[in-house]
């Protein structure tokens, strides 16, 4: 079993900044990505951020130049830097971690972040 632990969220004003982290523990090998996934109310859950074992990221269009994703393989650690955060990005974000073969998605229990003034 997999558990992952989430921990960063909170309530920051417009402009403000956050760091998100995930750890993950347990029976788990092989990672092939970790990820931040968003959902805000009455919106499907969508991609923030996701950085595969090489180091190859990929962004949503909507947080490219203010969202950095980073990890730490030897902790299975992933890491969100949201920078100048706008009240859009308010949602609760989930940890996503892909891993084994065939590939298997576990997911964090989610940690809000709200964006007001």
């Known amino acids: 079993q997999v558990q992952l632990v989430e921990s960063g969220g909170g309530l920051v004003q417009p402009g403000g900044s956050l760091r998100l982290s995930c750890s993950a523990s347990?029976?788990?090998?092989?990672?092939?990505?970790m990820g931040w996934y968003r959902q805000a109310p009455g919106k499907q859950r969508e991609l923030v951020a996701a950085?595969?074992?090489?180091?190859?990221?990929n962004y949503a269009d909507s947080v490219k130049g203010r969202f950095t994703i980073s990890s730490d393989n030897a902790k299975n650690t992933v890491y969100l830097q949201m920078n100048t955060l706008k009240p859009e990005d308010t949602a609760v974000y989930y940890c996503?971690?892909?891993?084994?073969?065939?590939?298997?998605?576990?997911w964090g229990q989610g940690t809000q972040v709200t964006v007001s003034a």
């Open positions: 347990g029976r788990i090998f092989n990672i092939n990505a």
């Open positions: 950085i595969t074992s090489t180091g190859s990221t």
């Open positions: 996503n971690v892909r891993y084994g073969f065939p590939l298997i998605d576990s």
